[in-house]
């Protein structure tokens, strides 16, 4: 019985007393290196020939085995 009473004293003075807290914001870091070399089409040089002349041409698209063209007449004089 004389032990619950000191031990219940004990409990009620150590709640009583104020208590310190403390946090802390850790932060762990590490550095990775990645590097690698990509191939994409950009584009595609194209050559094409029309009555006997050839040009050149790029496009964003293959063209495939055929591309159009827009021709312009003007009279000779």
Not at 4 to 11: D, E, K, L, Q, W
Not at 50 to 69: A, C, E, L, M, W
Request: one cysteine or more.
């Amino acid at each position: 019985m004389v032990g619950a009473v000191i031990g219940n004293a004990y409990a009620a003075q150590r709640f009583q007393e104020p208590q310190q807290v403390t946090y802390w914001f850790e932060e762990r870091c590490r550095i990775v290196e990645d590097t690698h070399v990509e191939e994409r089409v950009v584009g595609y040089n194209v050559r094409y020939r029309y009555s006997n002349h050839t040009y050149s041409t790029r496009t964003k698209v293959d063209p495939g085995d055929t591309i159009k063209v827009r021709i312009a007449i003007s009279p000779v004089i």
